[in-house]
């Protein structure tokens, strides 16, 4: 069975450039979720999908990230304009439903730096 | 305070060895629990869920305490294989708050 994709895989920017990221959840996984993961800590939850609806997005900057699921399948991430202090691994995750014992799996990540 | 706390380490113990993390949670409405392995540049995967009445897997046993608030991951015999860092999970409401992570080093 296929894992959950991400792209690119590494990026680096300038800071106050724009930057995106793809993610496609393991095939039939309902709940798609995006972690930001700083160095030394452990991943934070930024946004959690339900098919194409927001469950959660609570803990997302939303004056300069925003993301979407239009679908209900793949999902982007996008931050404009970046900040130093974006610099992080930004981790997809997908589930198969929102039960609390449904396990994420979890993509390779998109490593950021921001320069 | 962090909603989940666990001692940063590393440990770094001998092949064989036994050792036990910890980890503290605030929210007491959570429900549900788990330890993650995270290696080195790589995502996080799901090492075993955590239940009250505490569950092993071979050579890993997790122990809950509700009242204490409190978590727990035991590796006995340990192998080189298992160095990573383990992130302590609870999931008070349809998502999962982890902690730092405690990083372990077995050496030969």
């Known amino acids: 069975e296929a894992g959950v994709a991400q792209s690119p895989r590494y990026k680096i920017i300038e800071k106050r450039q724009s930057v995106a990221f793809w993610c496609n959840p393991i095939s039939g996984h309902a709940t798609l979720y995006w972690y930001q993961q700083i160095l030394g800590q452990g991943p934070k939850l930024l946004i959690q999908f339900q098919n194409n609806g927001v469950v959660d997005d609570s803990q997302l900057p939303k004056d300069r990230f925003s993301a979407e699921r239009l679908k209900g399948v793949d999902s982007t991430l996008k931050i404009q304009p970046a900040k130093l202090e974006d610099s992080a691994v930004y981790l997809c995750a997908s589930s198969f439903g929102l039960a609390e014992d449904n396990e994420q799996f979890f993509g390779p990540g998109t490593r950021l730096t921001v320069l | 305070r962090k909603e989940v706390e666990q001692d940063p380490g590393p440990f770094n113990v001998p092949e064989g060895a036994t050792v036990a993390f910890n980890c503290t949670y605030s929210?007491?409405?959570?429900?549900?629990f788990f330890w993650y392995r995270q290696d080195c540049r790589k995502e996080p995967k799901l090492l075993m869920s955590?239940?009250?009445s505490g569950n092993e897997d071979g050579r890993f046993t997790a122990q809950l305490n509700r009242a204490s608030q409190y978590i727990s991951l035991l590796i006995r015999d340990s192998k080189l294989s298992d160095s990573a860092t383990y992130l302590c999970v609870v999931n008070p409401r349809y998502k999962l708050i982890f902690g730092s992570g405690t990083r372990l080093l077995v050496r030969p």
């Open positions: 929210n007491s409405a959570s429900q549900s």
């Open positions: 955590v239940y009250s």
